[in-house]
């Protein structure tokens, strides 16, 4: 249901809105947008969400109406988001694609460390989720710089930077200066999704679209197939968001 719109001077600030259904009221965040066409739904799975996004000359009545008519979708796919995967003591997160235990341990010193399947995380239990994330992060910048680094080499270009963000879009940029990022929840899939993505971003070094030659060199740069990592990505990338909170 395609809407055109001109572009006026200012953005309204988000609203949120209540759609009911089945005697049920769903959470929808209402924005205005400069550059949309069309009013549209999506689901922000990191903010636990369905977004409402409409042209700025789009009437309010209408971007509602619109909402409400997909009220069935929004309950659908509010209904399968996955559950919130706080870090707590005893609870089980995939550092790498393997299961591991949480462990508090706060009479131990030292900060977090490995034991087998275990991660123990030492200090006050209010300190655990901070200091956890912390320690995955760094787990993951250790397995990934070298990585982009060798691939980068293959393709004989240099990477100005590598920074790990908390993305709530994509797993991985490519700036035109050659500075790489990517989300620091990698570090819970497994080697074959890191790799895949990397290579990915490394090949925007060279190619910055995704053009056939993209895809190509994308490909030459994955240790393995890329199509077992993305269907990966597909299925499970919602509930990698989910660790943490």
């Known amino acids: ?67 409400e008519a997909q009220a069935g979708w929004i309950a659908a796919r509010l209904k399968r988001l996955p559950a919130r995967q706080p870090f707590l003591d005893g609870a089980e997160v995939p550092l790498f694609g393997v299961a591991h235990r949480i462990r508090h341990r706060p009479d131990a010193r030292g900060t977090v460390w490995l034991e087998a399947q275990e991660i123990h995380v030492a200090g006050r239990a209010e300190y655990l989720p901070r200091r956890l994330r912390d320690w995955l992060t760094a787990e993951l910048r250790r397995r990934l710089v070298p990585l982009v680094h060798a691939k980068a080499g293959r393709v004989q270009r240099l990477v100005k930077k590598i920074s790990l963000r908390d993305g709530r879009s994509r797993w991985g940029s490519c700036g035109p200066d050659g500075s790489l990022s990517f989300s620091w929840r990698l570090v819970f899939a497994p080697p074959e999704v890191l790799d895949y993505l990397v290579a990915h971003e490394v090949a925007h070094l060279v190619h910055m679209n995704h053009s056939a030659r993209f895809w190509a060199q994308a490909r030459a740069l994955c240790d393995g197939p890329m199509e077992p990592p993305q269907a990966w990505l597909k299925k499970n990338g919602e509930a990698l968001l989910q660790y943490g909170g």
């Open 1 to 67: 249901m395609p809407y055109d719109s001109a572009v006026p001077l200012f953005l309204p600030e988000p609203e949120q809105l209540s759609i009911v259904h089945a005697d049920s009221e769903l959470p929808v965040t209402f924005l205005r947008s400069a550059r949309a066409r069309r009013v549209s739904l999506r689901v922000d799975s990191a903010r636990r969400r369905i977004v409402l996004t409409a042209p700025l000359r789009l009437s309010r009545a209408m971007a509602v109406g619109f909402a």
